[in-house]
Protein backbone atom coordinates (compact mmCIF):
# COMPACT_ATOMS: atom_id res chain seq x y z
CA UNK A 1 0.00 0.00 0.00
CA UNK A 2 0.96 3.40 -1.23
CA UNK A 3 1.01 6.43 1.05
CA UNK A 4 0.84 9.85 0.09
CA UNK A 5 2.08 12.46 2.63
CA UNK A 6 3.20 16.59 1.80
CA UNK A 7 5.70 18.38 3.82
CA UNK A 8 5.05 20.76 6.38
CA UNK A 9 4.19 24.28 5.01
CA UNK A 10 7.88 25.20 6.40
CA UNK A 11 9.23 22.50 5.31
CA UNK A 12 8.41 22.92 2.24
CA UNK A 13 9.05 26.40 1.88
CA UNK A 14 12.60 25.81 3.13
CA UNK A 15 13.15 23.27 0.61
CA UNK A 16 12.31 25.24 -2.51
CA UNK A 17 14.95 27.80 -0.68
CA UNK A 18 17.75 25.39 -0.17
CA UNK A 19 17.62 23.88 -3.69
CA UNK A 20 17.57 27.09 -5.44
CA UNK A 21 20.17 28.95 -2.24
CA UNK A 22 21.59 27.43 0.26
CA UNK A 23 23.96 25.69 -1.84
CA UNK A 24 26.33 27.35 -4.38
CA UNK A 25 27.82 24.60 -6.48
CA UNK A 26 25.29 21.88 -7.48
CA UNK A 27 28.07 19.32 -7.51
CA UNK A 28 28.21 19.48 -3.54
CA UNK A 29 24.88 17.12 -3.91
CA UNK A 30 27.31 14.35 -4.00
CA UNK A 31 29.73 14.97 -0.90
CA UNK A 32 26.41 15.37 0.84
CA UNK A 33 24.80 11.65 -0.32
CA UNK A 34 28.23 10.29 0.14
CA UNK A 35 28.75 11.56 3.76
CA UNK A 36 25.19 10.69 4.88
CA UNK A 37 26.18 7.10 3.65
CA UNK A 38 28.95 7.47 6.03
CA UNK A 39 26.84 8.52 8.80
CA UNK A 40 24.91 5.02 8.03
CA UNK A 41 28.49 3.22 8.33
CA UNK A 42 29.24 4.79 11.23
CA UNK A 43 26.03 4.16 13.42
CA UNK A 44 25.93 0.43 12.33
CA UNK A 45 29.54 0.15 13.52
CA UNK A 46 29.06 1.35 16.48
CA UNK A 47 25.58 -0.65 17.16
CA UNK A 48 27.48 -4.17 16.24
CA UNK A 49 29.99 -2.77 19.55
CA UNK A 50 27.35 -2.00 21.38
CA UNK A 51 24.95 -5.01 20.71
CA UNK A 52 25.59 -8.39 20.13
CA UNK A 53 22.70 -9.39 18.40
CA UNK A 54 23.73 -7.20 15.58
CA UNK A 55 25.91 -9.58 13.40
CA UNK A 56 27.90 -7.56 10.90
CA UNK A 57 31.21 -7.85 9.23
CA UNK A 58 32.86 -4.73 10.03
CA UNK A 59 35.71 -5.09 7.47
CA UNK A 60 32.67 -5.12 4.82
CA UNK A 61 31.48 -1.83 5.27
CA UNK A 62 31.33 0.54 2.20
CA UNK A 63 29.53 2.82 -0.02
CA UNK A 64 29.07 1.97 -3.84
CA UNK A 65 27.97 4.50 -6.42
CA UNK A 66 26.70 2.88 -10.28
CA UNK A 67 25.55 4.98 -13.08
CA UNK A 68 22.69 3.84 -15.47
CA UNK A 69 23.05 6.13 -18.42
CA UNK A 70 20.15 5.04 -20.34
CA UNK A 71 17.78 5.38 -17.89
CA UNK A 72 19.69 8.25 -16.34
CA UNK A 73 20.29 7.51 -12.48
CA UNK A 74 22.92 7.81 -10.16
CA UNK A 75 22.60 5.51 -7.27
CA UNK A 76 24.23 5.82 -4.20
CA UNK A 77 24.08 2.72 -1.75
CA UNK A 78 25.14 1.55 1.65
CA UNK A 79 25.36 -1.36 4.11
CA UNK A 80 24.71 1.14 7.09
CA UNK A 81 21.73 0.89 9.52
CA UNK A 82 19.30 1.47 6.77
CA UNK A 83 15.83 3.40 7.76
CA UNK A 84 12.36 2.33 9.03
CA UNK A 85 9.38 3.62 7.62
CA UNK A 86 9.11 6.03 10.21
CA UNK A 87 12.63 7.19 10.33
CA UNK A 88 12.26 7.64 6.72
CA UNK A 89 9.16 9.70 7.39
CA UNK A 90 10.61 11.73 10.22
CA UNK A 91 14.36 12.16 9.20
CA UNK A 92 13.58 12.75 5.00
CA UNK A 93 9.91 14.18 5.49
CA UNK A 94 10.87 16.41 8.08
CA UNK A 95 13.79 18.69 6.77
CA UNK A 96 16.50 19.84 9.04
CA UNK A 97 15.23 17.10 11.24
CA UNK A 98 18.81 15.38 11.44
CA UNK A 99 18.64 11.79 12.84
CA UNK A 100 22.77 12.69 12.58
CA UNK A 101 22.45 15.06 14.81
CA UNK A 102 20.39 13.11 17.68
CA UNK A 103 22.61 9.87 16.92
CA UNK A 104 25.70 12.29 18.05
CA UNK A 105 23.98 13.75 20.97
CA UNK A 106 23.46 10.55 22.56
CA UNK A 107 26.83 9.60 21.92
CA UNK A 108 28.03 12.91 23.47
CA UNK A 109 28.74 11.29 26.45
CA UNK A 110 29.81 7.28 25.15
CA UNK A 111 32.16 7.54 22.73
CA UNK A 112 34.43 10.35 21.63
CA UNK A 113 35.14 8.21 18.24
CA UNK A 114 32.44 8.17 16.01
CA UNK A 115 32.37 11.10 13.67
CA UNK A 116 29.00 12.17 12.21
CA UNK A 117 29.24 14.75 9.40
CA UNK A 118 25.46 15.35 8.96
CA UNK A 119 24.09 17.58 11.43
CA UNK A 120 21.80 19.32 9.56
CA UNK A 121 19.53 16.86 8.09
CA UNK A 122 19.15 18.99 5.00
CA UNK A 123 22.60 17.40 3.14
CA UNK A 124 19.85 14.40 1.39
CA UNK A 125 17.71 17.48 0.01
CA UNK A 126 20.68 18.84 -2.26
CA UNK A 127 19.72 15.37 -4.42
CA UNK A 128 16.63 18.06 -5.77
CA UNK A 129 19.40 20.30 -7.42
CA UNK A 130 20.25 18.04 -9.81
CA UNK A 131 17.73 15.82 -9.84
CA UNK A 132 14.03 15.71 -10.99
CA UNK A 133 13.07 12.64 -9.02
CA UNK A 134 14.84 11.03 -5.60
CA UNK A 135 13.77 7.15 -4.79
CA UNK A 136 15.24 6.09 -1.35
CA UNK A 137 15.07 2.35 -0.87
CA UNK A 138 16.19 1.54 2.70
CA UNK A 139 16.18 -1.34 5.01
CA UNK A 140 16.47 -0.93 8.63
CA UNK A 141 18.88 -3.25 11.43
CA UNK A 142 15.58 -2.80 13.10
CA UNK A 143 12.95 -4.14 10.85
CA UNK A 144 12.14 -7.07 8.49
CA UNK A 145 10.56 -5.19 6.24
CA UNK A 146 11.92 -2.59 3.19
CA UNK A 147 10.88 1.18 2.05
CA UNK A 148 10.40 3.11 -0.41
CA UNK A 149 10.55 6.44 -0.21
CA UNK A 150 10.04 8.50 -3.38
CA UNK A 151 9.52 12.23 -3.82
CA UNK A 152 10.13 14.93 -7.15
CA UNK A 153 10.70 17.76 -4.14
CA UNK A 154 8.17 20.57 -2.81
CA UNK A 155 5.16 18.43 -4.02
CA UNK A 156 5.73 16.01 -1.42
CA UNK A 157 6.85 12.30 -1.16
CA UNK A 158 5.45 8.87 -0.80
CA UNK A 159 5.90 6.06 0.88
CA UNK A 160 5.74 2.04 0.36
CA UNK A 161 6.70 -1.16 1.01
CA UNK A 162 9.71 -2.49 -0.96
CA UNK A 163 12.25 -5.41 -1.03
CA UNK A 164 15.81 -5.51 -0.06
CA UNK A 165 17.79 -8.32 0.69
CA UNK A 166 20.77 -6.39 2.52
CA UNK A 167 20.51 -4.01 5.45
CA UNK A 168 21.59 -0.21 4.37
CA UNK A 169 19.93 2.57 1.87
CA UNK A 170 19.93 2.91 -1.80
CA UNK A 171 19.42 6.74 -3.02
CA UNK A 172 18.67 6.96 -6.64
CA UNK A 173 18.83 10.27 -8.34
CA UNK A 174 17.04 10.62 -11.65
CA UNK A 175 19.12 13.23 -13.25
CA UNK A 176 17.65 16.20 -15.07
CA UNK A 177 17.85 16.89 -18.64
CA UNK A 178 19.92 19.28 -19.98
CA UNK A 179 18.78 22.70 -20.61
CA UNK A 180 19.74 26.45 -21.52
CA UNK A 181 20.87 27.50 -18.59
CA UNK A 182 22.26 23.97 -16.65
CA UNK A 183 24.05 21.11 -17.93
CA UNK A 184 23.25 18.01 -15.31
CA UNK A 185 24.79 15.40 -17.89
CA UNK A 186 28.04 15.83 -16.62
CA UNK A 187 26.59 13.70 -13.32
CA UNK A 188 26.30 10.73 -15.39
CA UNK A 189 30.14 10.63 -16.88
CA UNK A 190 32.20 8.36 -13.97
CA UNK A 191 35.47 10.57 -15.00
CA UNK A 192 33.28 13.13 -13.61
CA UNK A 193 31.80 11.39 -10.51
CA UNK A 194 35.15 9.89 -9.95
CA UNK A 195 36.78 13.88 -9.28
CA UNK A 196 33.87 15.05 -7.20
CA UNK A 197 34.89 11.64 -4.95
CA UNK A 198 38.68 12.73 -4.98
CA UNK A 199 38.27 16.37 -4.23
CA UNK A 200 34.88 16.28 -1.26
CA UNK A 201 35.14 12.55 -0.08
CA UNK A 202 38.35 11.23 -0.37
CA UNK A 203 39.16 10.80 3.25
CA UNK A 204 36.21 9.00 3.92
CA UNK A 205 37.12 6.19 6.45
CA UNK A 206 34.76 3.74 4.02
CA UNK A 207 35.88 2.42 0.40
CA UNK A 208 33.57 4.39 -1.50
CA UNK A 209 33.50 2.10 -4.49
CA UNK A 210 32.01 1.89 -8.23
CA UNK A 211 32.36 -0.50 -11.60
CA UNK A 212 35.59 -0.54 -13.48
CA UNK A 213 35.29 1.07 -16.87
CA UNK A 214 34.91 -1.92 -19.21
CA UNK A 215 36.15 -2.27 -22.43
CA UNK A 216 33.60 -3.93 -25.26
CA UNK A 217 35.95 -7.21 -25.00
CA UNK A 218 35.84 -8.05 -21.65
CA UNK A 219 33.91 -10.90 -20.85
CA UNK A 220 31.40 -11.00 -18.41
CA UNK A 221 33.27 -12.03 -15.54
CA UNK A 222 35.06 -8.75 -15.28
CA UNK A 223 32.09 -6.74 -15.70
CA UNK A 224 31.32 -6.83 -12.03
CA UNK A 225 34.76 -5.57 -10.90
CA UNK A 226 34.86 -2.49 -8.73
CA UNK A 227 37.52 -0.25 -8.43
CA UNK A 228 38.29 2.00 -4.64
CA UNK A 229 37.57 5.62 -5.59
CA UNK A 230 39.07 7.07 -2.35
CA UNK A 231 42.28 7.11 -0.21
CA UNK A 232 40.41 6.67 3.19
CA UNK A 233 43.04 7.54 5.15
CA UNK A 234 44.29 11.02 4.93
CA UNK A 235 48.15 11.51 5.33
CA UNK A 236 47.79 14.05 8.01
CA UNK A 237 45.93 11.03 10.37
CA UNK A 238 49.13 9.28 10.20
CA UNK A 239 51.54 8.56 12.75
CA UNK A 240 54.64 10.97 12.19
CA UNK A 241 56.88 8.13 12.38
CA UNK A 242 54.32 5.93 9.46
CA UNK A 243 55.30 8.72 7.21
CA UNK A 244 58.28 9.64 5.09
CA UNK A 245 59.97 12.49 3.62
CA UNK A 246 59.09 11.48 0.08
CA UNK A 247 55.61 10.86 1.46
CA UNK A 248 54.82 14.42 2.69
CA UNK A 249 56.64 15.85 -0.80
CA UNK A 250 54.58 13.72 -3.26
CA UNK A 251 51.20 14.65 -1.40
CA UNK A 252 52.49 18.25 -1.55
CA UNK A 253 53.16 17.82 -5.05
CA UNK A 254 49.92 16.19 -5.92
CA UNK A 255 47.27 17.94 -3.89
CA UNK A 256 48.83 21.59 -4.76
CA UNK A 257 50.02 21.03 -8.20
CA UNK A 258 53.71 21.86 -7.48
CA UNK A 259 56.55 20.34 -9.24
CA UNK A 260 59.01 21.43 -6.40
CA UNK A 261 59.57 20.35 -3.35
CA UNK A 262 58.35 22.21 0.42
CA UNK A 263 61.26 23.65 1.96
CA UNK A 264 59.72 22.78 5.12
CA UNK A 265 56.58 20.47 6.04
CA UNK A 266 54.75 21.41 9.54
CA UNK A 267 52.55 18.36 10.63
CA UNK A 268 50.45 18.70 13.67
CA UNK A 269 47.99 17.45 15.84
CA UNK A 270 45.79 19.12 18.69
CA UNK A 271 43.33 17.10 21.70
CA UNK A 272 41.10 18.92 23.75
CA UNK A 273 39.11 21.33 23.81
CA UNK A 274 39.85 22.28 20.15
CA UNK A 275 40.67 19.05 18.48
CA UNK A 276 42.68 19.55 14.99
CA UNK A 277 44.79 17.99 12.68
CA UNK A 278 47.04 20.21 10.20
CA UNK A 279 49.39 19.51 7.29
CA UNK A 280 50.92 22.60 6.29
CA UNK A 281 54.23 23.25 3.60
CA UNK A 282 55.97 26.13 2.71
CA UNK A 283 56.90 26.17 -0.81
CA UNK A 284 60.23 25.73 -2.56
CA UNK A 285 59.55 28.70 -4.96
CA UNK A 286 57.41 31.94 -5.41
CA UNK A 287 54.12 31.09 -6.87
CA UNK A 288 54.27 33.71 -10.36
CA UNK A 289 50.95 35.35 -8.88
CA UNK A 290 51.86 35.28 -4.98
CA UNK A 291 52.91 39.67 -5.44
CA UNK A 292 49.51 40.20 -7.24
CA UNK A 293 45.67 41.12 -6.50
CA UNK A 294 45.47 37.43 -8.18
CA UNK A 295 47.33 34.97 -5.24
CA UNK A 296 44.40 33.90 -2.77
CA UNK A 297 45.96 33.03 0.57
CA UNK A 298 44.02 30.26 2.39
CA UNK A 299 44.21 26.91 3.92
CA UNK A 300 42.28 24.04 2.72
CA UNK A 301 39.24 23.08 5.25
CA UNK A 302 38.26 19.51 6.01
CA UNK A 303 35.50 18.44 8.90
CA UNK A 304 36.09 14.68 9.89
CA UNK A 305 37.99 13.79 6.29
CA UNK A 306 34.91 15.87 4.41
CA UNK A 307 36.41 18.56 2.36
CA UNK A 308 34.47 21.81 3.22
CA UNK A 309 36.55 24.63 1.66
CA UNK A 310 39.55 25.31 -0.61
CA UNK A 311 40.94 28.17 0.54
CA UNK A 312 39.53 29.53 4.86
CA UNK A 313 41.12 32.77 4.42
CA UNK A 314 40.47 33.55 8.39
CA UNK A 315 43.18 30.70 9.28
CA UNK A 316 46.34 32.42 7.72
CA UNK A 317 47.41 35.96 8.80
CA UNK A 318 48.93 38.20 5.44
CA UNK A 319 52.20 37.70 6.99
CA UNK A 320 52.03 34.10 6.66
CA UNK A 321 49.94 33.88 3.63
CA UNK A 322 53.10 31.85 1.61
CA UNK A 323 52.11 29.11 3.78
CA UNK A 324 49.85 26.14 1.60
CA UNK A 325 48.34 23.24 3.46
CA UNK A 326 45.10 22.64 4.86
CA UNK A 327 43.27 22.46 8.77
CA UNK A 328 40.95 19.26 9.63
CA UNK A 329 38.74 19.75 12.60
CA UNK A 330 35.78 18.27 14.27
CA UNK A 331 35.25 21.23 16.19
CA UNK A 332 33.95 23.82 13.32
CA UNK A 333 31.32 25.56 13.29
CA UNK A 334 29.89 25.33 9.84
CA UNK A 335 26.60 26.70 8.13
CA UNK A 336 23.44 25.30 7.38
CA UNK A 337 25.30 24.06 3.72
CA UNK A 338 28.37 22.93 5.06
CA UNK A 339 29.64 25.43 2.52
CA UNK A 340 30.92 28.85 4.51
CA UNK A 341 32.86 28.42 7.58
CA UNK A 342 31.30 30.71 10.25
CA UNK A 343 33.26 33.22 12.36
CA UNK A 344 33.59 31.52 15.75
CA UNK A 345 36.39 31.55 18.82
CA UNK A 346 37.04 28.14 17.68
CA UNK A 347 38.58 28.98 14.30
CA UNK A 348 40.57 32.02 16.08
CA UNK A 349 41.93 29.74 18.34
CA UNK A 350 42.89 27.72 15.41
CA UNK A 351 44.61 30.82 13.58
CA UNK A 352 46.75 31.66 16.73
CA UNK A 353 48.09 28.26 17.05
CA UNK A 354 48.87 27.46 13.48
CA UNK A 355 50.52 31.29 13.31
CA UNK A 356 53.00 29.91 16.71
CA UNK A 357 53.71 26.81 14.97
CA UNK A 358 54.52 28.68 11.52
CA UNK A 359 57.19 31.20 13.60
CA UNK A 360 58.60 27.97 15.73
CA UNK A 361 59.19 26.02 12.70
CA UNK A 362 60.58 28.95 10.98
CA UNK A 363 63.08 29.54 14.20
CA UNK A 364 64.26 25.89 13.62
CA UNK A 365 65.19 26.39 10.19
CA UNK A 366 66.99 29.42 11.02
CA UNK A 367 69.08 28.29 13.67
CA UNK A 368 69.58 24.45 12.11
CA UNK A 369 68.89 25.16 8.61
CA UNK A 370 70.49 27.78 7.22
CA UNK A 371 70.74 26.87 4.33
CA UNK A 372 67.20 26.47 3.12
CA UNK A 373 65.86 29.28 5.60
CA UNK A 374 67.83 31.66 3.36
CA UNK A 375 66.29 29.94 0.36
CA UNK A 376 62.54 30.40 2.23
CA UNK A 377 63.99 34.14 2.66
CA UNK A 378 64.90 35.13 -0.53
CA UNK A 379 61.15 33.73 -1.96
CA UNK A 380 59.21 35.20 0.68
CA UNK A 381 60.89 37.82 2.96
CA UNK A 382 59.17 40.61 1.87
CA UNK A 383 56.15 39.43 2.90
CA UNK A 384 57.51 39.23 6.34
CA UNK A 385 58.93 42.76 6.40
CA UNK A 386 55.38 43.94 4.81
CA UNK A 387 53.96 41.83 7.51
CA UNK A 388 55.95 43.78 10.40
CA UNK A 389 55.03 47.30 8.76
CA UNK A 390 50.74 46.17 8.31
CA UNK A 391 48.48 47.29 10.76
CA UNK A 392 50.90 49.59 12.90
CA UNK A 393 53.02 46.86 13.66
CA UNK A 394 50.88 44.54 15.48
CA UNK A 395 52.65 41.36 14.24
CA UNK A 396 56.22 43.02 15.12
CA UNK A 397 57.04 40.48 18.24
CA UNK A 398 55.82 37.36 15.89
CA UNK A 399 57.88 37.96 13.49
CA UNK A 400 61.23 40.45 14.13
CA UNK A 401 63.31 37.18 14.75
CA UNK A 402 62.65 36.18 11.50
CA UNK A 403 64.24 38.88 9.43
CA UNK A 404 67.06 39.02 7.93
CA UNK A 405 69.25 41.90 6.26
CA UNK A 406 72.75 41.92 4.76
CA UNK A 407 75.34 42.86 6.23
CA UNK A 408 78.02 45.29 6.17
CA UNK A 409 80.34 41.59 7.50
CA UNK A 410 80.72 39.53 4.40
CA UNK A 411 77.50 40.85 2.52
CA UNK A 412 76.06 38.39 4.16
CA UNK A 413 72.50 37.64 5.37
CA UNK A 414 72.11 38.33 9.42
CA UNK A 415 69.01 38.08 11.66
CA UNK A 416 68.65 40.95 14.34
CA UNK A 417 69.59 38.43 17.02
CA UNK A 418 73.02 37.55 15.43
CA UNK A 419 73.72 41.54 14.81
CA UNK A 420 73.10 42.24 18.69
CA UNK A 421 74.86 39.31 19.92
CA UNK A 422 78.21 40.08 18.11
CA UNK A 423 77.56 44.46 18.83
CA UNK A 424 80.80 45.81 20.59
CA UNK A 425 80.61 46.62 24.17
CA UNK A 426 80.60 50.27 23.08
CA UNK A 427 77.66 50.17 20.86
CA UNK A 428 74.41 51.23 22.14
CA UNK A 429 72.79 51.45 18.91
CA UNK A 430 71.57 49.27 15.54
CA UNK A 431 73.04 50.67 12.61
CA UNK A 432 71.67 50.83 9.59
CA UNK A 433 71.76 52.40 5.57
CA UNK A 434 69.03 52.24 2.99
CA UNK A 435 69.84 52.47 -0.43
CA UNK A 436 68.74 50.91 -3.93
CA UNK A 437 71.61 48.48 -3.95
CA UNK A 438 73.91 46.64 -1.59
CA UNK A 439 77.16 48.44 -3.71
CA UNK A 440 75.47 51.57 -3.21
CA UNK A 441 75.16 51.39 0.61
CA UNK A 442 78.51 49.75 0.81
CA UNK A 443 79.79 53.30 -1.08
CA UNK A 444 77.99 55.64 0.51
CA UNK A 445 80.44 58.02 2.21
CA UNK A 446 78.91 57.59 5.96
CA UNK A 447 79.58 54.10 6.14
CA UNK A 448 83.39 54.51 6.05
CA UNK A 449 83.80 55.56 8.86
CA UNK A 450 81.35 53.68 11.08
CA UNK A 451 82.62 50.21 9.70
CA UNK A 452 86.13 51.74 10.89
CA UNK A 453 85.18 52.21 14.10
CA UNK A 454 84.25 48.10 14.43
CA UNK A 455 80.49 49.00 13.91
CA UNK A 456 78.29 46.89 11.83
CA UNK A 457 75.96 48.23 9.26
CA UNK A 458 72.68 46.58 7.99
CA UNK A 459 72.02 47.09 3.78
CA UNK A 460 68.60 47.94 3.34
CA UNK A 461 67.87 47.64 -0.62
CA UNK A 462 63.90 46.70 -0.44
CA UNK A 463 61.42 49.78 -0.36
CA UNK A 464 59.54 48.35 2.89
CA UNK A 465 62.54 48.09 4.66
CA UNK A 466 63.08 51.40 6.11
CA UNK A 467 59.39 51.53 6.73
CA UNK A 468 59.44 47.96 8.91
CA UNK A 469 62.57 49.25 10.32
CA UNK A 470 61.01 52.86 11.32
CA UNK A 471 57.61 50.59 13.13
CA UNK A 472 60.18 48.38 14.95
CA UNK A 473 61.88 51.11 16.27
CA UNK A 474 64.15 48.91 18.61
CA UNK A 475 65.34 45.21 18.59
CA UNK A 476 66.55 43.91 22.66
CA UNK A 477 66.16 47.21 23.58
CA UNK A 478 68.87 48.52 20.87
CA UNK A 479 67.30 51.32 19.00
CA UNK A 480 67.80 51.42 15.07
CA UNK A 481 70.10 54.26 13.40
CA UNK A 482 70.50 55.40 10.24
CA UNK A 483 74.48 56.59 9.30
CA UNK A 484 72.57 59.41 7.01
CA UNK A 485 70.40 60.62 9.46
CA UNK A 486 70.36 62.64 12.60
CA UNK A 487 73.45 62.80 14.46
CA UNK A 488 75.81 59.74 14.14
CA UNK A 489 78.17 60.05 18.42
CA UNK A 490 81.27 58.21 16.86
CA UNK A 491 83.69 60.18 18.00
CA UNK A 492 85.45 60.83 21.29
CA UNK A 493 85.42 63.84 23.48
CA UNK A 494 88.83 65.41 22.07
CA UNK A 495 87.68 64.91 18.21
CA UNK A 496 84.18 66.64 19.19
CA UNK A 497 86.41 69.73 20.74
CA UNK A 498 88.61 69.70 17.42
CA UNK A 499 84.89 70.02 15.30
CA UNK A 500 83.28 72.37 17.34
CA UNK A 501 86.71 74.03 16.62
CA UNK A 502 86.57 74.43 13.39
CA UNK A 503 82.87 74.93 13.16
CA UNK A 504 83.35 77.89 15.05
CA UNK A 505 86.06 78.95 12.65
CA UNK A 506 83.41 78.29 9.72
CA UNK A 507 80.50 79.77 11.08
CA UNK A 508 80.47 82.65 8.78
CA UNK A 509 81.46 80.57 5.87
CA UNK A 510 78.73 77.80 6.45
CA UNK A 511 76.09 80.53 6.98
CA UNK A 512 76.76 82.16 3.54
CA UNK A 513 76.53 78.71 1.63
CA UNK A 514 73.28 78.67 3.96
CA UNK A 515 71.89 81.71 2.22
CA UNK A 516 73.52 80.70 -1.26
CA UNK A 517 71.41 77.15 -1.29
CA UNK A 518 68.16 78.83 0.69
CA UNK A 519 65.19 76.34 1.32
CA UNK A 520 66.98 73.33 -0.48
CA UNK A 521 69.02 72.71 2.91
CA UNK A 522 67.93 72.60 6.43
CA UNK A 523 71.54 73.63 7.61
CA UNK A 524 75.10 73.30 6.58
CA UNK A 525 77.73 71.87 8.84
CA UNK A 526 80.93 70.40 9.75
CA UNK A 527 80.53 66.22 9.91
CA UNK A 528 81.24 63.84 12.40
CA UNK A 529 80.89 60.46 10.11
CA UNK A 530 82.55 61.59 7.02
CA UNK A 531 86.44 60.16 6.69
CA UNK A 532 87.55 60.84 3.50
CA UNK A 533 84.80 62.10 1.39
CA UNK A 534 84.86 66.13 1.10
CA UNK A 535 80.91 66.52 1.07
CA UNK A 536 77.46 64.17 2.00
CA UNK A 537 73.78 64.80 2.28
CA UNK A 538 72.30 63.63 5.28
CA UNK A 539 68.61 63.79 6.35
CA UNK A 540 66.89 65.29 9.86
CA UNK A 541 65.21 62.94 11.84
CA UNK A 542 61.75 61.28 10.91
CA UNK A 543 61.45 61.18 7.08
CA UNK A 544 64.77 59.31 5.29
CA UNK A 545 65.58 60.04 1.43
CA UNK A 546 65.01 56.36 0.61
CA UNK A 547 61.22 57.26 2.16
CA UNK A 548 61.20 59.92 0.42
CA UNK A 549 61.72 57.99 -2.93
CA UNK A 550 59.08 55.54 -2.35
CA UNK A 551 56.96 57.90 -1.27
CA UNK A 552 57.02 59.88 -4.22
CA UNK A 553 56.79 57.02 -6.65
CA UNK A 554 53.04 56.58 -5.02
CA UNK A 555 49.90 57.75 -7.52
CA UNK A 556 48.81 60.67 -4.81
CA UNK A 557 51.87 61.81 -4.24
CA UNK A 558 52.62 64.78 -2.03
CA UNK A 559 54.84 66.99 -3.77
CA UNK A 560 55.85 68.89 -0.57
CA UNK A 561 56.82 65.29 1.24
CA UNK A 562 60.46 65.37 1.22
CA UNK A 563 63.29 64.74 3.70
CA UNK A 564 65.06 67.23 5.35
CA UNK A 565 68.04 67.75 3.80
CA UNK A 566 71.55 68.97 6.00
CA UNK A 567 74.99 68.99 3.50
CA UNK A 568 78.25 68.14 5.60
CA UNK A 569 81.58 68.92 4.87
CA UNK A 570 84.41 66.88 5.83
CA UNK A 571 86.67 68.80 8.90
CA UNK A 572 89.40 66.79 7.79
CA UNK A 573 89.18 67.25 4.25
CA UNK A 574 90.99 69.80 1.86
CA UNK A 575 88.33 71.20 0.97
CA UNK A 576 87.12 72.90 3.83
CA UNK A 577 90.27 75.21 3.40
CA UNK A 578 89.57 75.57 -0.46
CA UNK A 579 85.85 76.87 0.73
CA UNK A 580 87.31 79.43 3.38
CA UNK A 581 89.86 80.49 0.84
CA UNK A 582 86.98 81.06 -1.40
CA UNK A 583 84.76 82.98 0.51
CA UNK A 584 87.41 85.55 1.66
CA UNK A 585 88.62 86.19 -1.41
CA UNK A 586 86.18 85.99 -3.93
CA UNK A 587 82.81 85.88 -2.25
CA UNK A 588 80.45 85.96 -5.50
CA UNK A 589 81.95 82.19 -6.59
CA UNK A 590 81.09 80.67 -3.47
CA UNK A 591 77.42 80.25 -4.57
CA UNK A 592 78.05 78.20 -7.41
CA UNK A 593 80.57 76.37 -5.43
CA UNK A 594 78.04 75.79 -2.68
CA UNK A 595 75.60 74.07 -5.65
CA UNK A 596 77.85 72.32 -7.01
CA UNK A 597 78.65 70.62 -3.87
CA UNK A 598 74.78 70.39 -2.46
CA UNK A 599 74.24 68.57 -6.44
CA UNK A 600 77.39 66.32 -5.99
CA UNK A 601 75.55 64.82 -2.84
CA UNK A 602 72.15 64.76 -4.38
CA UNK A 603 73.55 62.33 -7.04
CA UNK A 604 75.74 60.44 -4.14
CA UNK A 605 72.46 59.81 -2.44
CA UNK A 606 70.60 58.54 -5.85
CA UNK A 607 68.32 62.22 -5.73
CA UNK A 608 67.77 64.34 -8.51
CA UNK A 609 69.01 67.42 -9.15
CA UNK A 610 66.39 70.49 -9.55
CA UNK A 611 68.91 72.22 -12.33
CA UNK A 612 71.01 69.59 -14.46
CA UNK A 613 71.66 72.06 -16.84
CA UNK A 614 72.84 74.72 -14.24
CA UNK A 615 74.52 72.15 -12.80
CA UNK A 616 76.30 71.33 -15.90
CA UNK A 617 77.55 74.86 -16.54
CA UNK A 618 78.65 75.74 -12.99
CA UNK A 619 80.69 72.30 -13.50
CA UNK A 620 82.08 73.51 -16.54
CA UNK A 621 82.85 76.80 -15.48
CA UNK A 622 84.61 75.85 -12.58
CA UNK A 623 87.13 73.56 -14.58
CA UNK A 624 87.64 77.06 -17.04
CA UNK A 625 88.71 78.56 -13.95
CA UNK A 626 90.94 75.90 -12.41
CA UNK A 627 92.95 75.89 -15.53
Not at 89 to 114: M, P, R, V, W
Not at 257 to 272: L, R
Amino acid sequence: MTETLQFQAESKRLLELMIHSIYTHKEIFLRELISNASDALDKIYFLSLEDDSVKIDRTNLSIEISIDKENRTLTISDNGIGMTKEELIDNLGTIAKSGSLAFKQALAKASDEIDIIGQFGVGFYSAFMVSQHVTVISKSVKDEKAYRFESVGSEGFTIEEDHRDEIGTSIICKIKENNEDEQYDEFLEAYRIKGLVKQYSDYIRYPILMAKDRDENDNEENNHETETLNSMTPLWRKSKSDITQEDYHKFYKDKFHDWEDPVKVIHMQAEGNLSYQALLFIPGKTPFNFYSNEYEKGLQLYSKGVFIMEKAKELLGDHFRFVRGLVDSPDFSLNISREILQHDRQLKAIASRLEKKIKSELLSMLKLDRENYEKFWKNFGMQIKYGIYQDFGAHRELLEDLILFTSSRDKKLVSLEEYVARMPEDQKEIYFVAGDTIEKCEALPQSELVREKGYEILYLVDDIDEFAIQIMHMYKEKPFKSINQGDLDLLNEEEKSEIQKKAEESKDLFTSMKEALGDAVEDVRLSSRLKSHPVCLVSAEGLSFEMEKVLSQMPDADEKLKAKRILEINPEHPLLQTLRKVHSTNPQKLSDIAWLLYDQACLIEGLPIEDPMGFSKKLAQLMIDAF
